[in-house]
């Protein structure tokens, strides 16, 4: 007979790994709190844009329920839930244990019970056990399997990045194991505890904040100097060993990168450590929005611009060619824009039109004097091509993401303004 996983939270995480569950042979159900996302799933629609949900979905509608007592005859349940910080930057662990305590009574003696939300080395057992153990009668086994996923890497999917598990016995670390194993294409790491499989994710995320805001740093030194970063990391990266290229940009967004710190941040004071490089990490990425766009002024003084400029922010999500726009600094850029008198603003972003204040690039470009581009789509940078920006009339470039030819642009006399790279 064959056997079912229940996925709790069919997000960005949960909804591609019911699917990839699904194609191994399991017989998959899911729960979430959202209505209009639970109809369009059992409609056979996708609730946000990813080819393979689409496509799987298509296929066969995913049963699922905003009734948790869909898990009651799981042989597994995943949580994937969000795991998001407040306004002051403090973990919000309360759609975690929220949806605990709702699955809480369907849970039955000898589940694997695995939470795949990012979470700091603590959670698993301070949060998650305390809930479990409401029901002291209960015997199953609990991992923490963090999941990697990386939206819109097509070679990299959660189908084939490899994890580490860690779970409160070494029983449930080896059921865990065989769980993801039979779904998953990649090999399954056994950690020796469920922080260490916590602490894990931290560093990994952690290390990519830190790298970034190194580079992001360098990229402001560097503008002062005239050097095109760009250039040096592509000259760094030849050495092949003991250096591996991150790329300076208008800020650090998504669920993961420019949350996750804060969880270590925020555990560690609390046991009495005070993580400088981490904080000092998460100011510096925080600062290029503003920083990106306080280029307009120098494009406002060198070629003498006249208020109000006709300003053009192109993307919305925080990277390329998806429609999550969630932490995405060009949300802060935008604020940051509207609040300026001297600007006239329109947005587009082809991905995300519910929030662009015009319905093609071509309204957004026409008259526009400066162009700001806040997210690499392929779409954008395939349309920004020197020669186009001409025929507009653009006066000045921004590119938060280092992707436009700033040598043809320049070379067709509009003012380049990279992060940390510009041809004045
Ligand atoms: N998105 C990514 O790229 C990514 C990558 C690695 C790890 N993660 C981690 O995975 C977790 C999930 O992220 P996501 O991007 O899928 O989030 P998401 O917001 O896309 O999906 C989470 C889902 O959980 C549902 N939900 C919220 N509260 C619930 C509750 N109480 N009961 C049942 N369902 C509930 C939401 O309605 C939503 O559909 C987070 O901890 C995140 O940090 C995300």
Redesign the pocket.
Known sequence: MKKTVAI???????LPLALVARNKGWNVVG????EK?IAKIMQGKAPFEDVYVEKELANAPLHASTKPSVIANADVVVV????PVTSDHMPDLT?LT??LE?ILPYLKNGQLLSI???INPGVMAEVVLPVIQKRPELNIHIVHCP?????GDATWSVANIPRVIGGFTKDATRKGKEFYESILDAKVKEMDSVMEAEAVKILENTFRDINIAFVNEMAKSFDTLGIDIKNVIEGAATKPFAFMPHYPGNGVG???IS?DPYYMIEKARQAGFDHEFLKLAREINNSMPAFAVSLIDRAKEKLSLQDPIEVALLGLSYKKDIDDIRESPALEMRKILENRSDISLRVFDPHVPRLSTVESLDAALQGTEVVILATNHSDLIDALTPGNLKKYGVACVIDGKNALDADGIAQEGILYLGIGRSRE
């Open positions: 709790v939270g069919l997000g960005y995480v949960g729960f979430d709190v959202d996302k994937a839930v969000p795991t759609p929220s949806s709702s795949e939300s990012t999941e990697r996923v990386n939206p998504g669920h993961c949350v």
